[in-house]
């Protein structure tokens, strides 16, 4: 029979803590009201082995390399749906019909617009800021241009909070691109669709029209599903942090972008290039091996590693795969491409990554396709954001939508005892 419970004892007291079962099999220890009986808390720094709420948005195998979002392998989501269907099995937990996809699409196409006091901002950030910080500080910024943002209020209209936050991100990162090289910003069309309407606003210009290609259109749907939602990653959990204090939900999406931020998360796309560039110019991955081993060295392998794959990142095999496409069929000759692989390769041969099941993460060939169609290395984030967004509104959606407290972790104080001044 299988136990109901597990049994911990301290200074001889025998505890009952509940033993929690998932729909695939996985085991927790529910240990919430361990420290009201016994005055014991559970110690896990950086949350490594750490359940933090019930999800039933995204299943990850990281010991085989599975990733589902609502049950549909990821495989097979970017094989046949667009971005903008996948953004609406996140949020609603079910495959839009066409009726349904017609309408969130709608949705959508009337959102695309920012207020236009808005794009005035674009023109006080100094050139050269970083892209993220950019977005993050705008989209904080949309809590103060639109009404009723308080988190209850939102709850009411998720649906509408959603579209306007899918919809004008990208706008809002179009936006900046365009600031950022210097050339007049593209307004939405509402006659194409989310993926073609981004490209257009980033590389149409009043000197040379943008003709969309089918193809590129397709990788950028196949991009933005692979980052949709990843569970309890840093960002979405600061998204699930910060919304647990009923924060309005644009403030608390800007969280989770500025956790994207960071190079040991969504910012390490771009790490990984400028990593491959280094490479390429000094021509010796063996150094840069050499310096991943060592501990006195705060180098580390960029792309590679995950907290919860320990085999093959799915997503990065999805990526390799349509890199090697993609690159042929545009007919370009990426050495990036060659030094990653040749990198890979080398990982492969070395106790140390084979050890330490550390393997190519989705940030490690993504970059190689944004390069091919178009998008500038400082945008590589951003783009990440923009295909995380569902999930992130998701995971908020599920929480507010179930009775939750506010996020409040403890600690171990390790300071002076009292002491007189
Ligand atoms: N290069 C060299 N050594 C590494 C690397 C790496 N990229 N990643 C992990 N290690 C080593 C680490 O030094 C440690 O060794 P030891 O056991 O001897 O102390 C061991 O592997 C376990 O690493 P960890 O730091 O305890 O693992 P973690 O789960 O805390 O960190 C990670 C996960 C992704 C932050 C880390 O692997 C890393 O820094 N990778 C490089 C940055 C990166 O590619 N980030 C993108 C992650 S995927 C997309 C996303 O989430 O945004």
């Keep these: 029979m299988e136990e109901k419970f597990a049994k911990l004892i301290i200074e001889g007291k025998e505890y009952k803590l509940p033993i929690i079962k998932g729909t695939e099999g996985e085991k927790a220890i529910d240990i919430s009201t361990l420290r009201t009986e016994s005055s ?12 933090a709420c019930f999800s039933k948005i995204t299943y990850i195998d990281g010991e085989k390399g599975i990733l589902r979002y609502r049950g549909f392998d990821i495989e097979d989501l970017v094989e046949n749906l667009r971005f903008v ?11 839009p019909n066409p009726k349904q996809l017609q309408h969130f699409s709608d949705m959508l196409t009337e959102h ?9 901002f674009f023109d006080r950030f100094p050139r ?21 943002v308080d988190a209850q209020s939102m709850k009411e209209n998720v649906g509408r909070s959603a579209a306007r936050l899918i919809s004008i991100v990208r706008t809002l990162a179009a936006f900046a691109y365009k600031r950022s090289v210097g050339e007049p910003v593209v307004y939405p069309r509402n006659d194409l669709e989310y993926c073609a309407n981004f490209m257009n606003m980033m590389f149409d210009s009043p000197v040379k029209p943008y003709e969309p290609d089918p193809e590129i259109i397709k990788i950028l749907n196949m991009l933005l599903i692979l980052h949709a939602d990843h569970e309890q990653n840093c960002s979405t959990t600061a998204v699930r942090t910060i919304g647990s204090a009923n924060v309005n939900l644009y403030s608390t999406i800007s969280a989770g972008i500025n956790a994207l931020s960071g190079p040991l998360h969504g910012g390490a796309n771009q790490a990984v290039m400028q990593m491959l560039k280094r490479i390429e110019k000094g021509g010796d ?26 085999t093959y990142d799915p997503r990065a095999a999805v990526l390799k795969k349509s890199c090697h496409k993609l690159l042929k069929r545009l007919k370009i000759e990426d050495p990036l491409l060659d030094i990653a692989m040749e ?3 080398a990982t492969l041969r070395e106790d140390y990554f084979i050890e330490r099941n550390l393997y190519p993460n989705v940030d490690f060939y993504s970059g190689i396709i944004y390069r091919a169609i178009g998008i500038p290395e400082d945008m590589f984030t951003v783009m990440f954001a923009l295909g995380r967004l569902p999930g992130w509104i998701s995971h908020w959606k599920e929480m507010v939508d179930q009775p939750h407290k506010i996020v409040r972790p403890r600690q171990i104080y ?8």
């Design 40 to 51: 014991y808390i559970a110690f896990d720094p950086s949350f490594g082995n750490t359940g």
């Design 85 to 95: 269907e996948v953004a609406y099995l996140l949020l609603y937990a079910r495959l």
């Design 112 to 120: 695309s617009l920012m207020h236009e006091d808005m794009r005035h």
């Design 128 to 148: 050269g800021a970083y892209p993220m910080s950019i977005l993050a500080t705008m989209v904080n910024a949309l809590s103060t241009f639109y009404p009723n």
């Design 285 to 310: 991955i063996k150094k840069y091996l050499e310096r991943a081993k060592d501990k006195k060295d705060s180098f580390r392998l960029m792309g590679f590693g995950h907290r919860v794959y320990k």
């Design 343 to 345: 990198l890979e390769e």
């Design 414 to 421: 390790t300071g002076k005892r009292k002491r007189k001044l």
